[in-house]
């Protein structure tokens, strides 16, 4: 076994390294325990968990389905539909807007974890996770759902006899801290949730050494992105490593009920990430950080004048400024860009808003409308760089090595660096030899791409990306070793061929 699971007061249980592990080695494979719709989702078929119009239903229960096929999957038949059926209880009018949440199917994946009570999984792995029944109790999402979950089950569906209120409590708590969010294996994979009982034991860290993925069937791989030596944490993120400090801290304590306390929550600075620094308005190079970011209500103040802004105050600002970001057209090069210039002036250049709005565009450039590679300047793709590299920054301190992210940003850099060299070459701006150089710096940029995605599941989004980053790189390869003598034709007296 590479890893150990140990126990101490802080966080229960948690999981070392059995051995010196390698960055990118595997330690892990399991299969869900549970798989189901996600607490607040849209009308989903209960086979397939595909988001459907909501006008299918299954002929024994009358919930929905994509069709007959969907209804005779073991994982409605052999699970809910059974209960449905048996208590007559169909499903309502779905909500018009089919994006819109649809409470009656947040019973279903809790059902689904009951109905494995007794099991030698449910002994041995489900019963041990942490539930937090206590912190949750009497709580606005623990009264949501004794009237949606726990009362639905037991007096609607007539489980009372089978099973206990605080035991659906407990299996929703169970859900609530340990679930993660995968794709359906449907084409376009909605959001579903399925729980892991061993990854879910890796504690939380905001700077995480591995990385999971889900594949169509539900299995997770679990791999390590840096080195991690004999007797050494291994650590997940429950949160977005891009937010800032005080989004991620709330975010773990209203819905992973503690105080992350990691070093990266602890530095003002996040590490040198500055993914929470303000700009000092009365005072030129100043930063304004929070005086304790451990402190949830910390007033925030520059380090180099006296200027100090209140958390409050902060607070709000922050809020203003991310419901602009959250209503932008998903597509928008142009609303972005000027975001950028209005904020520049207020927020770190790192700020987690500024880096939102840049890796948003770090991937828009070169895809969106009017903005393909095809239709680019120069100066566009050297914009797209520069966004790579802002982003690329960031991703070495908060997710360092192989992971998802960096692979994602070092694939997008490779295209702009090769096209950018190309097109300075043809307009004489580069000497052959420049030439050379910086596509062999694209091809190993495109090759650590190809090291890292290569990890992922072949058939998700980023191991599809895998497949075509691989092709990109053999012809990126091909070009290089032509090119020398292309650049002796083209550039006469240029020798670079040795
Ligand atoms: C997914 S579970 C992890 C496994 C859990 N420790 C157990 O014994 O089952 C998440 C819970 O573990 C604890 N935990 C995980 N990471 C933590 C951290 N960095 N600091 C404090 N508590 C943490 C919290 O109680 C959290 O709600």
Known sequence: MAYEVKCNDKVGRYVVAARDLEAGEEFLEETAAVVGPKHHTPPVCLG????????????????LVCGPECADLPVHKDAECAIFASANVKFGPPPEDPTADCPQLECVTPLRLLLSVGSER???EVVKMESHSEKRRGGADWEADQVNIVNFLLERCKLTGKYTAEQIHQVCGILAVNAFEARSSVSGGNAVRALYPQLAILSHNCVPNTSHSISSDYKVRVRTTVPVKKGEELFSTY?????????RRKHLKLSKYFECQCSRCADPEELGSNLSTIKCPKCEWGWVRAENPLIEASDYKCGKCEFKMSNADTMKAMEIIKNQLDYLDPESVEMREQLIKKYHSFLHPKHAHLTAL????????GRALDYTFDEMPDLLMERKIELCRHMLQIADIIEPGLS???GMILYELHAPLIMLARSLYQQNALTGLALLTRMQEAEKVLAQAVQILSLEDPESMEGQLAAQARFSLQQLQQTITMLPQQIDIVDGDEHIGG
């Open 404 to 406: 998802r992210l960096r």
């Open 122 to 124: 449910w002994s041995n």
């Open 48 to 63: 397939c968990l595909a988001l459907v119009a909501g006008d299918t239903f299954c002929g024994r229960c009358g919930w």
């Open 239 to 247: 949160t977005h490593t891009l937010q800032p400090t005080y989004a």
């Open 358 to 365: 840049k890796h948003a565009l770090s991937q828009l450039y």
